[in-house]
């Protein structure tokens, strides 16, 4: 007679001591300088830090990128050259060549090591020039390289203004969404869509999305009556949103919770704590969640969520009781998680390298929600993790997927082991209840080129080759 264990009531966190093996925060300028159209950034560090800029981001071959490297000797290392007439050469010659509304200071492990003052050159240098210059230090030191956005993103909050215009129509015009939400329509028109929005304080969403998810997100709030008053960041650096005291904000990833204390310490404003709004069932909870604050009923969300995943069903018979292992990378792997497990797969671990459990609290009850709803396990949170154990028990469980890193891809597929790099989530648009088949479509990739394999009678060999 089998006596069945207890389960945990809750979910199980360790803690590791393994090394942080993710991209440099300094990646985020790839995504941030595409996103803020008007802005410059100028990353101050070693030859090392341009090697890494050049091969993350490849070369453009049409346009030249808004951003540059401003390479470190050994001079600047040993204080015989002065920081600040160097930076002051670099940044007019910015001015002169490209004339952006914001320079940006990407500052990097060396400028953190030799103790760079770069806070205390910009203020000066800034009125100097007539240019805006913003510091944030995206640097190696932090967990994970999604988080070099979360600075950058937390310096610019500062920046935003905290008077709104005193005419609506002067709002109107400065708002870029509104802009773009409004483009072809009538006066009348725009009039009588501003009044089917409910009553309620300003909303300002933070986190840097493609444009099309951001106009997504922002439609699928106003079908519920909410009106977006911005986004942090803006298209442009010139329509930051304004940002009061008592004002609402809410995040849109994992990764950005130094902004939201930013947000709530320093500008005072409320955050609201929803689940992410990844997959068609964190895009309601989301919805629902800002709904609730605003007290609002939501409309129309069950038959949204159910059209998404009546959609999606080629490929969630692919995923269906299949289990996935994330090694940890970029801070999105609980809200993958949870997604996929709604999909119907099971997950033994999730592998993060940091994990803020406050900023992070809706998400964290929704995934066990959705364990105890789906009738599956609840996963293991490592924080930190070791990836020498992490194998360990990549062996021992032999999940059908894991997604990992790139650096341990290659080595985990020679052993037979389905892998997906989860640095392809990052760039994914995957955000809002349209996005959701996206996640899938890179989910099942490599299930669906097994099952390729299979048919064309090559996964003899493939198993031939991983055993040599």
Not at 50 to 60: E, K, R, S
Not at 367 to 392: A, F, R, S
Request: charged residues 25%.
């Amino acid at each position: 007679m089998t006596v069945a264990q207890p389960q945990p009531e809750g979910l199980t966190f360790e803690c590791e001591t393994g090394n942080y093996h993710t991209f440099c925060p300094i990646s985020c300028v790839a995504w941030l300088y595409q996103k803020i159209e008007d802005s410059f950034f100028l990353v101050i560090g070693t030859k090392t830090c341009g090697y890494f800029l050049q091969n993350a981001m490849g070369v453009m071959i049409f346009a030249e990128p808004r951003y540059a490297m401003a390479e470190l000797e050994e001079g600047d290392i040993s204080a015989k050259l002065n920081d600040y007439d160097e930076l002051k050469r670099l940044c007019l010659q910015i001015k002169r060549d490209r004339n952006p509304s914001v320079i940006i200071w990407i500052g990097t492990c060396t400028t953190e090591i030799i103790k760079t003052d770069l806070e205390g050159l910009a203020p000066k240098l800034e009125s100097e020039i007539g240019i805006p210059i913003v510091v944030a230090r995206a640097n190696g030191l932090d967990y994970a390289f999604t988080q070099g956005e979360d600075t950058v993103l937390a310096a610019m909050a500062a920046r935003c203004p905290d008077k709104a215009p005193v005419a609506e129509t002067e709002k109107n015009e400065r708002n870029a969404i509104q802009k773009l939400l409004n483009f072809g329509k009538q006066k009348e028109d725009v009039a009588q869509e501003e009044s089917e929005y409910a009553s309620h304080p300003p909303l300002v969403l933070f986190g840097s999305l493609p444009d099309p998810v951001v106009t997504n997100l922002t439609l699928e709030l106003k079908k519920q009556g909410i009106k977006v008053s911005g986004w942090l960041p803006a298209k442009r650096y010139t329509e930051l949103p304004v940002l009061e005291e008592g004002y609402y904000v809410a995040g849109v990833n994992p990764f950005l919770s130094r902004t939201a204390t930013t947000l709530m310490r320093r500008r005072k404003c409320k955050l609201i704590g929803a689940p992410f709004p990844i997959g068609p069932d964190g895009t309601r909870a989301w919805i629902e969640k800002i709904c609730s604050v605003f007290n609002i009923e939501p409309k129309g969300l069950d038959e949204r969520e159910a059209q998404i995943w009546a959609s999606m069903e080629d490929y969630l018979q692919i995923v269906r009781g299949k289990s996935v292992f994330f090694m940890g990378d970029n801070l999105l792997e609980v809200s993958l998680a949870r997604f996929l497990i709604r999909c119907g797969m099971t997950c033994p671990e999730i592998g993060i390298p940091y994990m803020d459990k406050r900023y992070q609290d809706a998400e964290l009850r929704l995934l066990e929600k959705t364990c105890h709803e789906m009738g599956v396990p609840l996963p293991t949170i490592v924080e930190k993790p070791d990836n020498y154990n992490q194998i360990q028990r990549i062996y021992e469980l032999k999940p059908d997927l894991v997604i990992t890193g790139m650096a341990h891809a290659n080595p985990l597929e020679a052993r037979g082991i389905n892998t997906k790099w989860s640095v392809e989530f990052t760039f994914a648009q995957m955000h809002g209840f349209t996005n959701a088949r996206d996640i899938l479509e890179l989910v099942t990739r490599p299930l669906r080129r097994n099952n390729s394999l299979k048919d064309l009678g090559w996964d003899k060999l493939v198993k031939e080759d991983a055993k040599v």
